[in-house]
C-alpha cells in the first residue's frame, strides 16, 4: 500500500488508527528524514504557519513531545 492508503482510516495503517490525515502522514514522513519546517513547507507547497498547524495536530495525535518523538513513531509503525 502506498502511504495515503496506509493512513486513511479503516485501511489498517498505524496513521490511519492514530487518526492522521493524509497530510499529516506526509508531514510526519518528512520529519521523520530531517527535513525543517521551513523544508517541509517549500517541498509541499504550504506555507510554514500551515506546517506548524499539522506538525502540532499530528503531534497531539500520536502523543510526541518533540520531532525526535515523532520520528520514533514514525519510524516504529512503517511511515518513514
Known sequence: ???EERTRPGRGGRAGAAGLSPREAEVLRLIAVGRS???IARELFLSVR???RHVTNLYAKIGARGRAN???FALR???A
Do not use: D, M
Open 1 to 3: 500500500l502506498g502511504l
Open 37 to 39: 519546517n521551513r523544508e
Open 50 to 52: 500551515t506546517v506548524e
Open 70 to 72: 515523532a520520528t520514533a
Open 77 to 79: 509503525h512503517g511511515l
